[in-house]
């Protein structure tokens, strides 16, 4: 799974932004971009190779790559396919098992391939009591 460009994010992104207020998007990126791996670069230092995704919710358009949640919970707007934990062992992303050599197939895989899988969060939630 390869992040996109910044240009192809820019070019696939929702109209508006995708929080309402800074308070929800600084509550989601802590509980998303904050642990992955692909914006440590702009914690570390290094802005410019920071996520591009981010820098597109920057911009006030909601990337195609964030899917809305259902209900509202602050920090938990959208699940981002492109999210991989800092501690993930990567760096191979699971990927479809290769057509085995000289196997005929009935039309090409490529148009087919999701740029990123289909995501459910197994991080640990904790339950709160009421
Ligand atoms: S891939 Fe998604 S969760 Fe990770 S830094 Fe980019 S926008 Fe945030």
Known sequence: MT???YEEAL?????????SNSTEGECWMENNCEQCVHDRPARTGNPADGCPLVLVAYLDKTPAEWMRNEGFRLGDQYTCVMFRPEDDPGPD?????????????????EPYERPGRMYVDIRPVEAGVR
């Open 93 to 109: 992303e699971p990927t479809p098992a290769p057509d085995p050599p000289g196997q005929l197939t009935l039309c090409p895989r």
């Open 11 to 19: 070019a696939k992104a929702r109209e508006g932004s995708p929080f």
């Open 3 to 5: 992040l996109p460009t």
